[in-house]
């Protein structure tokens, strides 16, 4: 649709009698590029009609255009205090300092920038160095070197074309409906439509207005007056004859109104319609700091989970959520979200919320305690058996009470004491008819009578042993060893259990020559008392000497 910016500049220096299409095109396209350079709002577009303010709204946003300058172009019509308001950043506040400093600041045109203003001046006037003041082009007509002769502002530096502007065929003249627009150089007309009859005269909006009897008429966009004798204009917003679409806003004019699209609104001059502004896209993070959220005529900004939105509506802040106790136990706050976390012996269940005991004693956590474990809230305590054992320092351990050490035991005068794993047991060792004790566990046989063989065959000595193991002992074992002290070479014995094995759980082995074993072959898997008779017979110098061990074996339980 648009001619190149050369054609632009060529055909826009020529005054055309005949207008095309592509002249149409050139002048709206110019007469955009012109409010670009001033620095001025391309919103005036809304006022053009289409296709012209389509063209011109096109020519204006786009980059600025090379100057209709073809000499030194250090000449220019205005110039900016900072740098150029697009490059200037849009999520701060900035002061108006054409509003703040109204009339003060330039001598024409104060437009506001980012940060500062700058000044420009009406058409036929240039900037002067100090960026305040404005001075007259001295106005000349011109030979122009496409055309004859053109208006054109001239200075030291050279002159600028002035192309004339056919304000009819743009529709940019402000003739009421009851006017003929007239192009004139530089300039328009409106003429009158109709001559008022005698009587009549017209005013300035082509009514003819009188005080005769004749009946008053109005031009479009006006009614006669109660009296008839004069035309007042129709508020078409008023009435609601106006033609405005949805979205847009009527604004009564003399004879006619305008429609005007509300703000976040842009006009459509291709369908005549206001359509939305996306801010969002159009700002694209520029406006939030997290999530923009487009609405009808304008936008709004939210945050995401963990953060809420600041005063400025902008900015999210981080939501504390531990002020709120979100946690059973305890809570820490992080960056757009909270942690809970449980203290020692509780764990975090799935809903990431709730403490649980941890129940130590059903984990198997390396065998906690050596006999009993009892989870508490929290933790866990070891117990030990009720008789026969105290809790260890470590508060673990249950450690066994020697209670023929201590006193604690309830044996007799004559009975020996003896402790075992969490108990203790009274033992008599009394001696047999023709023995001698000899010491508290010996027995010794007195002297036998010539061939008295009974007495001869019976042991010599018989001696008192103790033995404990746990249930858990690995068998077979080896429990205890038997032999003549001293030996002597030559020597020979023989084992043989002769009481308390009926079960079978023990038997003995020998060594060598002269050493015995006994052996606990299965496993006693509860605890139990057993006591069995070991008779060794010592073969010595071709004669046999027979000797008894009476063993007591206490098994006890492994579970502590």
């Known amino acids: 649709l648009l001619a190149s910016l050369e054609s632009c500049h060529t055909q826009y220096s020529v005054y055309f009698l005949q207008y095309s299409s592509e002249a149409v095109c050139c002048s709206c396209c110019a007469l955009g590029l012109r409010v670009q350079q001033e620095g001025l709002s391309c919103d005036i577009h809304l006022s053009l009609g289409y296709p012209c ?108 074309i002035f192309p004339d502007i056919d304000e009819c065929v743009l529709g940019i003249h402000n003739c009421g409906g009851s006017f003929v627009c007239e192009n004139k150089p530089g300039s328009f007309r409106c003429r009158p439509k109709v001559k008022c009859i005698t009587g009549f005269t017209q005013d ?16 479009r966009g006006y009614h006669a007056n109660a009296q008839g004798d004069a035309c007042v204009d129709v508020d078409e917003c008023l009435v609601g004859s106006h033609r405005c679409g949805a979205g847009q806003i009527c ?9 005007e699209c509300q703000t976040g609104y842009q006009y459509d001059a291709m369908h005549k319609v206001c359509n939305d502004v996306n801010e969002c896209w159009r700002f694209s993070g520029r406006l939030c700091s997290q999530t923009c959220v487009n609405t009808p005529g304008s936008y709004h900004c939210s945050c995401t989970s963990g953060f809420s939105l600041g005063p400025d509506g902008k900015n999210c802040d981080d939501i504390n959520e531990c002020e709120k106790k979100p946690c059973s136990q ?18 975090l269940k799935e809903d990431g919320h709730t403490c649980e005991d941890i129940d130590e004693c059903s984990q198997n956590m390396g065998n906690l305690c050596s006999f009993q474990c009892v989870n508490v809230i929290g933790s866990y305590q070891c117990a030990c058996p009720p008789d ?8 673990r351990t249950c ?162």
Not at 483 to 504: C, F, M, Q, W
Request: proline fraction near 4%; glycine fraction near 8%.
């Open 399 to 560: 450690k066994d009470v020697d209670e023929c050490a201590t006193g604690s035991h309830n044996c007799s005068i004559g009975q020996s004491c003896y402790n075992l794993q969490g108990g203790f047991r009274c033992l008599s060792f009394d001696c047999p008819h023709n023995y001698n004790k000899v010491t508290d566990t010996r027995c010794e046989r007195v002297n036998c009578p010539p061939n008295a063989l009974e007495c001869l065959s019976s042991p010599l000595r018989i001696t008192y042993y103790q033995l404990s193991y746990q249930t858990n002992i690995i068998v077979p074992a080896q429990i205890f060893r038997i032999g003549p002290s001293p030996a002597y070479s030559g020597d020979h014995i023989v084992l043989r259990i002769t009481k308390g094995n009926n079960e079978g759980f023990f038997s003995t082995r020998k060594l060598n020559s002269h050493t015995g074993a006994v052996y606990l072959n299965r496993q006693v898997r509860e605890p139990r008392d057993f006591v069995i008779d070991v008779e060794m017979r010592l073969l010595r110098q071709g004669t046999f000497t027979s000797f008894l061990a009476r063993i007591y074996v206490f098994i006890t339980s492994s579970h502590m």
């Open 388 to 395: 026969g054992y105290v809790m260890a320092a470590n508060g």
């Open 204 to 219: 300035s909006h082509g009514n003819c207005i009188g005080k005769t009897r004749i009946p008053i008429t109005c031009s």
């Open 251 to 259: 604004h009564n004019l003399p004879g006619s109104y305008r429609c």
């Open 53 to 160: 303010g389509h063209i011109f709204l096109t020519c204006c946003e786009e980059k600025p255009a090379p100057s209709l300058w073809r000499h030194n172009e250090t000449m220019a019509l205005s110039i900016s205090a900072t740098e150029d308001t697009a490059n200037t950043r849009l999520d701060e506040d900035d002061m108006d300092h054409c509003q703040v400093y109204a009339g003060q600041l330039c001598q024409h045109t104060c437009t506001n920038a980012w940060g500062s203003y700058r000044c420009g001046c009406h058409l036929g006037y240039s900037l002067q160095p100090d960026g305040h003041s404005c001075s007259v082009h001295t106005i000349h007509r011109v030979l122009h070197r496409w055309c004859s002769m053109v208006w054109a502002a001239c200075s030291d530096d050279g002159c600028l």
């Open 330 to 347: 305890e809570c820490a706050n992080i960056f757009g979200s909270y942690q809970c976390y449980c203290r020692q012996g509780y764990y």
